[in-house]
């Protein structure tokens, strides 16, 4: 088989000024766009109760504890005193917030239609309108006016296996795959513009597509599960769950400061 000889297509310096540059503007000031809408949309937190925030935040000291058990800050005998305070409050049920269930709860079924699971969805309903109307609406714009378009030659040699990427509304096969069409260009800035939207907005922002797929499992009502509604979990099996994690961790605990006199020492070369 020989090898295909360089293709050089002249391009008309009007495609970059009225295609590419305006392409890739749109799709920033989209993304700034969608960043603010976002934040308009976002509902203010609920207050939870105190009794709520008091059993999260007992689960979070013991994982505290647990998670910096193989290089503890605290002293050996401090360490234990913490750790039997903990199993013994999260095996009695201390701070287990009071249970509003009845006897005859645990056979009905939670409604999935109650108000907070209601507003959860339509939360993540609104997110993703945010996202998929823009992205509908540029899209259907640039298959109309700029279909079959050839914006650009990347300068470094790509695989065939990147044609369908970038030539996707090109019907010539035999066309190099470096060149980018319009509609490849935009679904390129679509995935390639997050570096550019956490320098413009931070990396805590709601440009990025990727981060909307938070609002898909609020949908799914995988998000929903510390915020209560029907998947709540139970917290008295992850308290029990807690108490054997700190009675393992015990078995790997080390203090930092063992030895520490003999390091510092060593790293002076006293010793």
């Known amino acids: 088989m020989g090898v295909k000889a360089e293709q050089d297509l002249y391009l008309d310096p009007s495609i970059r000024d009225w295609v590419l540059i305006p392409i890739t503007l749109i799709m920033v000031l989209v ?7 976002t934040l308009l949309l976002n509902s203010p937190p609920k207050k939870q109760p105190a009794a709520a925030v008091r059993e999260q935040r007992a689960m979070g000291r013991a994982a505290l504890l647990r998670l910096t058990a193989p290089l503890s800050p605290l002293p050996p005998a401090q360490y234990k005193s913490f750790s039997v305070a903990f199993a013994s409050a999260l095996s009695s049920g201390e701070y287990l917030k009071p249970s509003t269930k009845k006897e005859g709860d645990d056979a009905t079924p939670a409604n999935p239609f109650d108000n907070g699971q209601m507003d959860t969805m339509m939360e993540g309903m609104k997110k993703q309108g945010v996202m998929m109307v823009p992205n509908m609406v540029i899209m259907q714009y640039i298959n109309v006016f700029f279909s ?26 035999d066309l190099d795959v470096r060149w980018v069409s319009a509609l490849s260009w935009y679904f390129l800035n679509l995935f390639g513009l997050n570096g550019v939207f956490k320098l413009i907005l931070g990396s805590n922002n709601s440009a990025v597509d990727t981060r909307d797929m938070s609002a898909m499992s609020s949908l799914s009502g995988a998000g929903a599960g510390m915020m209560g509604g029907p998947g709540q979990p139970d917290m008295s099996k992850l308290f029990k769950n807690e108490v054997e994690n700190l009675a393992l961790a015990e078995g790997m605990y080390k203090w930092v400061g063992e030895g520490i006199e003999d390091r510092i020492l060593k790293s002076w070369n006293k010793l």
């Open 31 to 37: 993304g700034v766009l969608r960043h603010y809408v």
């Open 148 to 173: 079959g378009f050839v914006l650009m030659r990347l300068p470094f040699p790509l695989t065939a296996g990147f044609k369908s990427l970038l030539s996707r509304d090109i019907p010539m096969p």
